[in-house]
């Protein structure tokens, strides 16, 4: 499938998934743009990929409405939407905060929801929407497994009803992204190194990894309402 002249959207590109996912897409003739809630963060993106073409920064902040109103209609007709982007608090149901878990659903579940329905698609544009393991194999975070069970709900419902517009849905395991470096060095070295034990596929994911699949699903035109699972055998472990 090819991206040339195709204009493909990255909300919550400046880091991790998003930003692997805009450096695979880059220079291979789409239409690029990247956006993320920070201004300086998009700024230095576009820096960083402006030799590979076609490229746009604009900054969406997935927790404010007049932002995603703004950033979707500055896209104009979109062909491809990835949304890596959100920032969740991580705690059990009886440590986090009721506030910090609902403004993990306003960026996560709410700012996608809000995305896509405001987004101008052309006939047979796609989305990949991300939820995660936590959906299915609950990790002491019942607030999150909530919102990517969420997302993966929207995800079924969107292909449903923006047909023949495709929505698929990535689920990730865990993935060594800047998403960890809240944890102190050692907690994450040793997280990763737990995990690379237990997971049949030996080891953690990258955001390359995940972005070659994200890319190959945005671009597949049989796949839609599915959610795919990236978890080096996580649910089977
Ligand atoms: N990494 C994992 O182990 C893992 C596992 C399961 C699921 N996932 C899911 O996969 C997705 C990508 O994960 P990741 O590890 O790549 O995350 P990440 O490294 O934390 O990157 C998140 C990206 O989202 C952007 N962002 C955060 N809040 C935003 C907002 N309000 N509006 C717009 N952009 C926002 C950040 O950019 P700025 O700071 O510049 O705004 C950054 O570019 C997330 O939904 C995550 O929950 C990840």
Redesign the pocket.
Same mark, same amino acid.
Request: proline residues 4%; contains cysteine; negative net charge.
């Given at each position: 499938m090819s991206l040339a002249g195709k204009r493909f959207l990255i909300?919550?590109?400046?880091?991790?998934?998003?930003?692997?996912l805009a450096a695979l897409v880059a220079g291979q003739g789409a239409d690029l743009i990247v956006?993320?809630?920070?201004p @300086?963060?998009?700024a230095k993106l576009t820096g960083e990929l402006a030799a590979t073409g076609r490229l746009t920064g604009k900054v969406?902040?997935? =927790? /404010?409405p007049a932002?995603i109103s703004a950033g979707m209609k500055a896209a104009g007709k979109i062909d491809h939407l990835a949304?890596? &982007?959100?920032?969740?608090a991580f705690g059990s149901f009886r440590e986090l905060d009721v506030a910090d878990a609902m403004a993990s659903m306003l960026?996560?579940f709410w &700012?996608p929801y809000q995305a896509v329905r405001e987004a101008d698609f052309s006939a047979r544009a796609s989305v990949a929407l991300?939820?995660?393991?936590?959906s299915r194999k609950p990790i002491g975070a019942a607030a %999150?497994t909530a919102i990517?069970s969420a997302?993966e709900g929207l995800g079924r419902g969107l292909a449903h009803e923006l047909a023949p517009v495709r929505v698929n849905v990535?689920?990730?395991? %865990?993935? /060594? =992204? @800047?998403?960890?470096s809240r944890l102190p060095n050692g907690q994450r070295g040793e997280m990763m190194e737990q995990a690379r034990r237990r997971l049949p596929a030996r080891h953690v &994911?990258t955001?390359r990894e995940?972005a070659e699949l994200t890319l190959a699903v945005l671009l597949n035109p049989y796949m839609t309402g599915t959610v795919v699972d990236i978890d080096g055998g996580g649910q089977v472990a």
């Open positions: 909300i919550g590109a400046t880091q991790g998934i998003g930003r692997a956006a993320s809630r920070s @300086e963060r998009v969406i902040d997935l =927790t /404010d932002s949304i890596p &982007g959100s920032a969740v960026s996560k &700012g991300f939820s995660g393991s936590a %999150l990517n997302v990535i689920c990730p395991g %865990l993935v /060594d =992204t @800047e998403m960890w &994911g955001a995940i």
